[in-house]
């Protein structure tokens, strides 16, 4: 774009010498020529050059300008798939009031969540999401044509903390897909999403209803029991053994966790830190197991990476096993 609009002004301006060259100045002395020559010569460029300059000016100023906006602005992008096959709609009775840290499920990676709180309170749910930018300046809990024809009082606005953008929504129900228009701020266009929020984020205590087992309601005796554990989460290369010894004391289990790497250095669960009891082939951890039969959360201290990351896990033992 630059080469080719300094070439224009190279021509410009020869074309204008010329033209002031091949006048007609045969009334003038051939000294009074030259002269006139060269101060039309000089004039003529210094027009077509603070001429061209301010075109040049202009058109580049709108490139660039055109650029930054395509960059910030949301594009459209293919939907993407949300939830999880058999999920069951979890509403606000069947959960104790409260407020939660819960994941999100979004089907477009331009409405990207980075947090999100569940508030939980007499029957209703909303969610507090944080969001990743600040291109949106509503949401409607609905499809975008709907959000058109719907009067503004009916769009909600983002509150700023702490630089980010946080929506606060109404929620109907957790593993059930959400619509959720969003307004661009910079293309002044309503755009689809769609939402889950996951019920299976939520720690067992959010329930109202025991999920799984207990130790009390298996009636497993003080002893030491095998049973089959499976881990999901992260990006798929960690296992942990199976079966993983589960040992009965006073009531209460404990789990032995053998990670298939030495990679770990600490692991949390039901907010309490837990150092490995052996590293030397494997990262080994023992673990108090609250509910069986169902997937608890817990996350993973990895060293493996340039940086140490807590990493989320679930873990799931069997007690049919």
């Not at 602005?73 to 993407?80: A, D, I, M």
């Not at 030491?224 to 006073?250: F, H, N, R, V, W």
């Not at 509910?291 to 679930?314: G, N, Q, R």
Request: aromatic share 10%; glycine share 6%.
């Amino acid at each position: 774009m630059k080469k080719f609009l300094a070439f224009i002004s190279a021509f410009l301006i020869s074309a204008a010498l010329f033209s002031c060259s091949s006048g007609d100045n045969s009334s003038v002395s051939a000294p009074q020529v030259s002269e006139v020559q060269e101060n039309s010569a000089a004039e003529t460029t210094e027009e077509v050059t603070e001429e061209i300059t301010e075109e040049i000016t202009e058109e580049l100023t709108e490139e660039l300008t055109g650029q930054t906006q395509e960059k910030s602005e949301p594009q459209t992008v293919p939907p993407e798939e949300v939830g999880y096959e058999g999920m069951t709609a979890v509403y606000a009775e069947s959960l104790a009031d409260g407020e939660y840290e819960i994941s999100v499920d979004s089907s477009s990676s331009m409405f990207k969540i980075v947090g999100c709180k569940l508030i939980v309170n007499n029957g209703e749910m909303t969610a507090a999401m944080t969001m990743s930018g600040t291109g949106y300046e509503w949401l409607f809990m609905g499809t975008a044509d709907d959000a058109e024809n719907a009067p503004e009082s009916d769009y909600i606005p983002y509150e700023e903390t702490d630089g980010s953008y946080v929506f606060t929504v109404p929620v109907n129900a957790l593993d059930e897909v959400t619509d959720c228009a969003a307004y661009s701020k910079k293309k002044e266009t309503w755009y689809d999403r769609q939402l889950v929020f996951r019920a299976d984020s939520l720690p067992d205590t959010a329930f109202t209803e025991m999920r799984g087992n207990t130790v009390e309601t298996l009636g497993l005796a003080d002893g030491t029991y095998q049973m089959e554990a499976s881990l999901s989460g992260g990006s798929g290369k960690a296992s942990i053994a199976s079966p993983a010894e589960i040992t009965i004391t006073d009531g209460k289990a404990v789990a032995e966790i053998i990670w298939s790497s030495n990679k770990y250095d600490y692991m949390i669960v039901n907010d309490e830190k837990y150092l490995p009891v052996s590293t030397e082939e494997n990262s080994v951890f023992e673990i108090p197991v609250e509910i069986f039969d169902s997937e608890f959360t817990v996350y993973a201290d990895t060293t493996a990476m340039s940086t140490p990351h807590e990493i989320e896990y679930k873990i799931l033992i069997n007690s049919a096993t």
